[in-house]
């Protein structure tokens, strides 16, 4: 079931959709990052609500998956290629902003957070599992610490 709805006269949301979304509508925010990856997107029951007054986030539900393979990214100038696993991404709300936390499937480690708040500023905190991911960290070395964060208005 999926479906756009006005609740009252205050929430205009979307509930339960599922559904495919092309990795390259990711592109116009990855390629600053000199990021790209393979495959599509799945989306599993996402419901998003706003409160059209304000404008604020009400509240956030749903998954998004990715189901592994190729992706691109720059290191010391230099474009890599890595095989990566099975990504699962958590819908949120939180602090009046969309939430999503995306883990690696098999193990559920924290890979990246993302945020974007009602203002229009997006927000990601990258955690070191990633760079374990494309094999530039020890598997050894913990990955719930935090690499860094960048921030950026993107509407």
Sequence with gaps: TQGVAILGIRQLGMKHWDGFVDGSWLSRFLDQQ???????LQLTQVSIWLNYRKPLMSSASGQLTWPGGIAHYSMNEKMQS????????SFSHEKDQLQLAVTETR??????????TADGWGSAMVFKRMLKLIGQLNQKAKGDELLFTFREKIF
Excluded: C, E, M, N
Excluded at 34 to 40: A, E, G, L, N, Y
């Design 107 to 116: 193990t559920q480690g924290s890979v990246v957070q993302f945020s974007v």
């Design 34 to 40: 000199k990021i790209s990856f393979d495959h599509r």
């Design 82 to 89: 890595v095989q990566f696993p099975a990504l699962t991404g």
